[in-house]
């Protein structure tokens, strides 16, 4: 199994930028398709990207497109993800997920296809 563990959030005005990273312990991290989810109070987790083992492939939810990236360093064991142009509505925890290697949509959205899970980042937008 692989032992996830994120970094990078805080407080952020509307319009600047964060990155998350995740890093990844124990198992081969090369061996896995990766994903960032997020939960804003009162709402249900959702999909925000998704990348497959390699980095070839990535996949983004409509909301963050062109504005968020997502990538990972496997010599590093570490997925990240790189948000620009916050808005005060992508306030939520965002969490790092370990799945297939090959995983894309629609499959990649669905948080249960996911067998290991961080302890989640606050990311705050202030207006």
């Known amino acids: 199994q692989v032992q996830l563990r994120e970094s990078g959030g805080g407080l952020v005005q509307a319009g600047g930028s964060l990155r998350l990273s995740c890093a990844a312990s124990?198992?081969?991290?090369?061996?896995?398709?990766m994903a960032w989810f997020r939960q804003a109070p009162g709402k249900e987790r959702e999909f925000v990207a998704t990348?497959?083992?390699?980095?070839?492939?990535?996949f983004y939810a409509s909301s963050v497109k062109g504005r968020f990236t997502i990538s990972r360093d496997n010599a590093k064991n570490t997925v990240y993800l790189q948000m620009n142009s916050l808005k005060v509505e992508d306030t939520a925890v965002y969490y790092c997920?370990?799945?297939?290697?090959?995983?894309?949509?629609?499959?990649?959205?669905?948080?249960?296809?996911?067998?290991?899970w961080g302890q989640g980042t606050q990311v705050t937008v202030s207006s």
């Open positions: 990348i497959t083992w390699n980095g070839d492939s990535t």
């Open positions: 997920a370990a799945g297939p290697p090959y995983i894309r949509p629609p499959q990649a959205m669905g948080a249960a296809n996911f067998a290991y």
């Open positions: 124990g198992r081969a991290f090369s061996s896995y398709g």
